[in-house]
């Protein structure tokens, strides 16, 4: 066994190498948004076409979400720093490849689909690599205030990006925002570089998981599979970001019914703002003593926050209620990665995690498919003066337009609450804590430099079984 004061020693050394690939994270995103804002810009402006608009996103999304798994598998192949190292080259030199074009006056909207996709496909290795280096560089105590930290940067290229990048293109154009993206990149990379992570002992699953990477990559889904409260708690996340993911496209329709473009970009820094606040008191925190109940108020508090973004065609009342429901974001999301990194273990948190992502997230672009078609043809004409809906729901949230959009948005966070209610009736995912045991104690990997001879818990489950185990996106992982 570790001493105490040999795993708190690490811990603080762990926490500083944190820090230092979190800073190269948080340049790195910011130029991401400068770039994703600004090529949003230059698609519109090309083509004219919100189908273009939405194909851009799905290029970039789907290949992402399709490779991940096998992603997953390979982060636990390899050491997790080099992963992010992959990730970020690859992405950036996609970045560089847009710039180059834009230099020579040849970016065309076709070669944004390849590079794009090409650059998801290296994307895919970011998210399982570091949320799996963050447990053994992050005491578990510490959890929630990493993952606040994590979600704080996020939020912080959400809020800060759509400025600068107006500010960019006035002054160089698109290329001068790439161009900084690139820099980011190779900050990021730098960062990673002069640091090294601690490498996780093998447990007992992840020796039973050795084979094809094929095996290794379907070994992420039968870990979680075999823990009904993890399980359960991929699927609502899954059914979250379905009902959220319609919010990309809804909220436009509804804030331009009674308001302008401008108001509506207020809205969303005011709401962006509103999870940097709430990632900051998550990255100073370690969170509730019951994480499930936290992650389940915190859901719920988002979903109120859309049935009031929706009851009233008033500019203020909207603002303030995405305020408040975009606060929770981080809460929710901080509280789930704490619960997944206390209860997976470390030597299969790349493959968990990647299968995690895959499924949870794999629900948003069904969604941004749909919302269009349902807005336009069933929400919209149902509350516009005289429609079938005009003297029952219209004379409570009114009628016009914006207003089937206003109730889509009503009926999503009401869904939000039920979903969310009923996944706590669930036993297995509302005792997850208490039922199924903490993995290796990650302390003791960090302290041990990776060597601890713990070996992985074998845990029986309620019943006798013995297991083997958040743009289109929704907000939840």
Do not use: C
Not at 181 to 187: E, H, P, Q, T
């Amino acid at each position: 066994m570790v001493s105490e004061s040999g795993a708190t020693a690490s811990g603080g050394r762990g926490m500083r190498t944190f820090y230092v690939v979190w800073s190269g994270q948080l340049v790195s995103l910011v130029g991401t948004n400068l770039t994703g804002f600004a090529l949003a810009i230059f698609v519109f402006q090309e083509t004219g076409s919100a189908t273009q608009l939405a194909g851009i996103l799905l290029a970039s999304q789907l290949p992402q979400l399709l490779f991940t798994p096998i992603a997953g598998a390979l982060v636990d192949r390899w050491d997790r720093r080099l992963a992010m190292i992959l990730a970020d080259a690859g992405a950036g030199l996609g970045t560089l490849a847009m710039a180059l074009l834009l230099a020579v006056d040849s970016l065309q909207i076709w070669h944004l689909y390849i590079i794009l996709s090409v650059s998801g496909i290296f994307q895919s290795f970011q998210w399982p690599a570091y949320g799996a280096a963050t447990t053994l560089l992050v005491p578990k105590e510490d959890y929630t205030r990493a993952a606040g930290l994590v979600q704080l940067a996020e939020a912080l290229g959400q809020v800060f990006a759509p400025a600068i990048a107006g500010l960019l293109l006035v002054v160089g154009g698109l290329t001068l925002v790439i161009t900084i993206d690139v820099i980011s990149f190779l900050f990021a990379i730098t960062t990673l570089l002069i640091v090294r992570f601690p490498a996780p002992e093998q447990s007992a699953e992840g020796k039973q998981a050795e084979g094809s990477l094929l095996s290794e990559a379907k070994f992420g889904f039968t870990y979680i599979r075999r823990r009904p409260g993890l399980f359960m708690l991929l699927w609502y996340f899954a059914a979250l970001n379905l009902v959220f993911g319609f919010m990309g496209v809804v909220i436009f329709p509804l804030i331009l019914g009674f308001a302008d473009a401008q108001a509506m970009g207020n809205v969303f820094s005011i709401g962006a703002i509103g999870m940097v606040i709430g990632s900051i008191v998550m990255s100073a925190w370690k969170g509730p003593q019951h994480l499930v109940r936290g992650l389940i108020v915190a859901v719920i508090a988002l979903g109120t926050g859309l049935v009031l973004i929706g009851l009233r065609p008033n500019i203020i009342w909207v603002t303030i209620a995405a305020f408040l429901g975009f606060l929770s974001i981080p809460f929710g999301n901080g509280f789930s990665q704490a619960i997944w990194q206390r209860k997976v273990d470390p030597d299969v948190q790349g493959r968990v995690f990647a299968v995690r992502r895959t499924i949870a997230q794999g629900t948003g672009p069904l969604a941004l498919i749909a919302a269009g078609p349902l807005v336009d043809r069933v929400f919209e004409p149902a509350l516009a003066p005289g429609g079938s809906l005009a003297g029952t729901v219209g004379d409570l949230i009114g009628t016009g337009a914006g207003r089937g959009a206003a109730f889509f948005m009503i009926l999503m966070g009401l869904a939000s609450i039920a979903i969310s209610i009923a996944a706590y009736s669930y036993p297995r995912l509302r005792n997850l804590e208490s039922e199924l045991p903490d993995a290796i104690d990650p302390e003791e990997v960090a302290a041990a430099g990776g060597t601890s001879s713990a070996e992985g818990t074998e845990v029986v489950l309620p019943g006798g079984a013995v297991p083997h185990p958040g743009d289109g996106a929704g907000p939840f992982d």
